[in-house]
């Protein structure tokens, strides 16, 4: 299964982005997920970005930040120049972006949505960042990942 493509390898592959997919195999509901991601792939953990889906004002939006912090959903609002955020739910980010929790990309969205990037990716010549399935992340160059998602990239990670 790992060898097939999902929208987020696709979109890579057509705009001719260089990128690499990684398998590995972590249950879903680990304990310290993104750690144990980060070591299966032999990376360190400050490389390997989660894509959380929030709700800033009432509008879906995106936030990429290090496995290894917590979303400050007070500077993701204020980013995104809202006042207000939350986590959203669920089934309304699994339906905004087309992929299952666990697995949802930044990239190739059903929905383009405002995305914020963690400023920390930037010290990174690669990353990490799921690849719209579970047991996949795709590396890619972060200025790569901006581009593609019009992101702002802005400290919203915390810890």
């Known amino acids: 299964m790992?060898?097939?493509?999902?929208?987020a390898t696709a979109l890579l592959t057509k705009r001719k982005i260089a990128h690499r997919t990684h398998p590995y195999d972590v249950a879903p509901d680990a304990p310290n997920y993104g750690a144990?991601?980060?070591?299966?792939?032999?990376?360190?953990?400050?490389?390997?970005?989660?894509?959380?889906?929030?709700?800033?004002?009432?509008?879906?939006?995106?936030?990429v930040v290090p496995v290894t912090g917590e979303l400050n959903l007070k500077a993701l609002a204020a980013a995104l120049g809202g006042k207000r955020a939350a986590l959203a739910d669920r089934a309304?980010?699994?339906?905004?972006?087309?992929?299952?929790?666990?697995g949802i990309s930044p990239l190739?969205?059903?929905r383009r949505l405002p995305t914020v990037v963690d400023v920390s990716a930037?010290?990174?010549?690669?990353?990490y960042?799921?690849?719209?399935?579970?047991?996949?992340?795709l590396q890619l160059a972060p200025a790569d990942l901006v581009v593609l998602t019009d992101a702002r990239t802005v400290r919203i990670a915390a810890g």
């Open 36 to 63: 144990l991601v980060a070591a299966a792939l032999g990376v360190p953990p400050e490389r390997v970005f989660k894509t959380l889906v929030a709700e800033v004002d009432g509008a879906l939006a995106v936030a």
């Open 129 to 137: 960042v799921s690849a719209g399935r579970r047991g996949l992340q």
């Open 2 to 7: 790992a060898g097939q493509a999902t929208a």
């Open 122 to 127: 930037l010290d990174h010549d690669t990353v």
């Open 92 to 102: 309304a980010a699994e339906r905004s972006t087309g992929y299952v929790r666990g």
């Open 108 to 110: 190739g969205q059903r």
